[in-house]
């Protein structure tokens, strides 16, 4: 277990996925202020997709980028916060804006295989003095060694922590050792860990990092986030202290700061499949429209779009090659309910342009 262990919570920012990016500023001062309040010393805000997401027409938030950085910088007095940031929806000038606001903190995201697209601007957020997490996204699809040499790159650049980022949800508890193994092999650069939970592991992967000496872990209020939802904030607590590590936190006043504000939010209704596969192939929620546009046009299943979709490419979904398999599949008979039943309750019916037919 890492001597100094911190959880990163990332309500307000991977949450946001959840609701369609809509928490407003005054949602992030009065839960950041709780977080802040309740011992949280590290909190995320903002876009879920990061800086300079709405204006490249990544959905657009409620707020303005200024709006939720004003937001925290007004709040918050002790907790360092900070926001995402991936190359190329982000600019060089938005880090030197949110520095003028204070942000003390930022995560800058790149596929493993695009780690070198991160050197301008962990440099440049080092330049302010921020503290520099490269977050690496789908971290499944690089062998351990693979990714270890990337985290040494990183460190080079002036990163303070590499995560090991499990974006589907489907990550095994073995899988946490070579990573951890792996870096720390070829540097002393710290660790951290953000997991998804669309196979269940999240809680397990993220006590499984910390046993392995991670320094942070990321976690949301009830779990809210992209796809299945991130390690549930309350329940890794209580676990950690049926482990015997005290987190510093009043568990009970977690779990009241996450029913007040977090539980109303939440629409989950029982296990959805479309996640579950999504774990299970290791694919991206991020290119679920892309998958609704063709399984609808075809009349395929999604799910089994999805699992030959990765056996091709886990890291991008490339239109021409799902067009192809939602062609092949096409030849399979139609499964009514798989193919709109599921669609519907992801997106939900009023969203999908393709309705089931009574």
């Known amino acids: 277990m890492s001597e100094r262990l911190r959880l990163l919570d990332t309500t307000l920012r991977d949450g946001s996925y959840a609701i369609d990016f809509q928490f407003t500023a005054r949602d992030t001062a009065a839960i950041a202020g709780q977080l802040e309040a309740a011992g949280f010393e590290l909190i995320e805000i903002g876009h879920g997709v990061g800086l300079g997401a709405s204006q490249r027409n990544y959905r657009r938030a409620a707020e303005t980028d200024e709006a939720y950085l004003a937001a925290a910088a007004d709040t918050l007095k002790r907790a360092l916060w900070g926001m995402f940031c991936i190359p190329g929806v982000a600019t060089l000038q938005q880090i030197d804006m949110a520095a003028e606001f204070g942000m003390r903190f930022i995560r800058v995201g790149t596929d493993v295989a695009d780690v070198p697209d991160s050197k301008d601007f962990i440099e440049r957020a080092k330049k302010h003095g921020m503290v520099v997490c490269a977050n690496y996204m789908k971290s499944y699809v690089a062998a351990p060694e693979e990714f270890a040499r990337n985290a040494l790159l990183s460190q080079q650049y002036g990163a303070d922590v590499v995560y090991i980022v499990d974006s589907a949800g489907g990550m095994l508890t073995r899988d946490m050792e070579g990573y951890f193994r792996a870096v720390r092999d070829v540097c002393d650069v710290k660790i951290g860990f953000h997991g998804h939970d ?101 009349g395929v299943d999604p799910r089994k779009l999805i699992i030959a979709l990765c056996e091709r490419d886990k890291v991008n979904a490339p239109r021409t090659i799902v067009e192809d398999l939602a062609h092949a599949l096409k030849a399979e008979p139609e499964d009514a309910f798989s193919a709109r039943f599921q669609l519907d309750r992801y997106y939900g019916a009023e969203q999908n342009p393709h309705p089931r037919k009574s």
């Open 198 to 298: 669309n196979l269940g592991l999240g809680v397990a992967n993220a006590v499984r990092a910390a046993e392995l000496g991670a320094a942070i872990v990321d976690t949301s209020l009830q779990g809210m986030g992209r796809s299945a939802g991130n390690t549930p904030t309350e329940l890794f607590i209580v676990v950690m202290e049926r482990l015997g590590v005290a987190m510093g936190f009043d568990p009970l006043r977690v779990m009241d700061i996450g029913e007040k504000y977090i539980k109303p939010l939440i629409r989950r209704d029982g296990l959805n499949s479309l996640d579950i596969v999504a774990g299970f192939a290791q694919f991206h929620s991020s290119y679920m429209t892309l998958i609704r546009e063709y399984s609808s046009k075809f």
